[in-house]
Antibody
Framework: QVQLVESGGGEVQPGESLRLSCSAS????SSWAVHWVRQAPGKGLE????????????WYADSVEGRFTVSRDNSKNTAYLRLDNLRHSDTAIYYC?????????????WGQGTLVAVSS | SAQLTQDPAVSVVLGQTVTITCQGD??????PSWYQKKPGQAPILVLF???NRAPGIPDRFSGSTSGIAASLTVTGAQAEDEADYFC???????????FGGGTRLTVL
């Protein structure tokens, strides 16, 4: 069955970095785009970025462009999200989701999320 | 507008019908998706391309769109439908995805 598992979250101090991983199984990972979405405590869903199946197209939300970097390794069935210069406002659960393209809003499978807590 | 606007909260009596709305300029060009989010769980795709139910979604969920507005209707709401619902679409530029602020559905 289709499965996405995020990892790499944790507690960090402002200004530090993290790399999140999204490990996929149960489908042909190299044929699907991956999107990252987060939910801060008590807040709604926020789309962060997307990467096409071949990594040729990458898109970022204005709020994270320049600080977050998305990538993927199809040989490892894994997508990554590097978070740099973290701020208190980046505290959230981070989800990866599968999508047929990098520009769709149709995310048909999601991981369970990984918590990032930025605290001084 | 680069935003999708939703009412923060709606309620429905068990077994009755409720409609959740989403409004934004991007909906004129891009059909929305709808997600159900319960505490401690990952979001679940409910509808895509405005009115297509995702696999496994009960047929009491339906959707429509008109101009810059979209709606999700639950006909015969059940207790398990109590959740936050988010609409999403590509933004006007087509390069990003935007979510509405979410609507908390309470089933009374």
């Amino acid at each position: 069955q289709v499965q996405l598992v995020e990892s790499g979250g944790g507690e960090v101090q402002p200004g530090e970095s993290l790399r999140l991983s999204c490990s996929a199984s149960g489908f042909t990972f190299s044929s699907w785009a991956v999107h990252w979405v987060r939910q801060a405590p008590g807040k709604g869903l926020e789309w962060l970025c997307a990467i096409s199946y071949h990594s040729g197209d990458i898109w970022y939300a204005d709020s994270v462009e320049g600080r977050f970097t998305v990538s993927r390794d199809n040989s490892k069935n894994t997508a990554y999200l590097r978070l740099d210069n973290l701020r208190h406002s980046d505290t959230a659960i981070y989800y990866c989701a599968r999508a047929p393209t990098d520009t769709t809003s149709k995310f048909d499978y999601w991981g369970q999320g990984t918590l990032v807590a930025v605290s001084s | 507008s680069a935003q999708l606007t939703q009412d923060p909260a709606v309620s429905v009596v068990l077994g009755q019908t409720v409609t959740i709305t989403c409004q934004g300029d991007s909906l004129r060009g891009y059909l929305p998706s709808w997600y159900q989010k319960k505490p401690g769980q990952a979001p679940i795709l409910v509808l895509f391309r405005a009115d297509n139910r995702a696999p496994g979604i009960p047929d009491r969920f339906s959707g429509s769109t008109s101009g810059i507005a979209a709606s999700l209707t639950v006909t015969g709401a059940q207790a398990e439908d109590e959740a936050d619902y988010f609409c999403a679409s590509r933004d006007i530029s087509g390069r990003q995805v935007i979510f509405g602020g979410g609507t908390r559905l309470t089933v009374l």
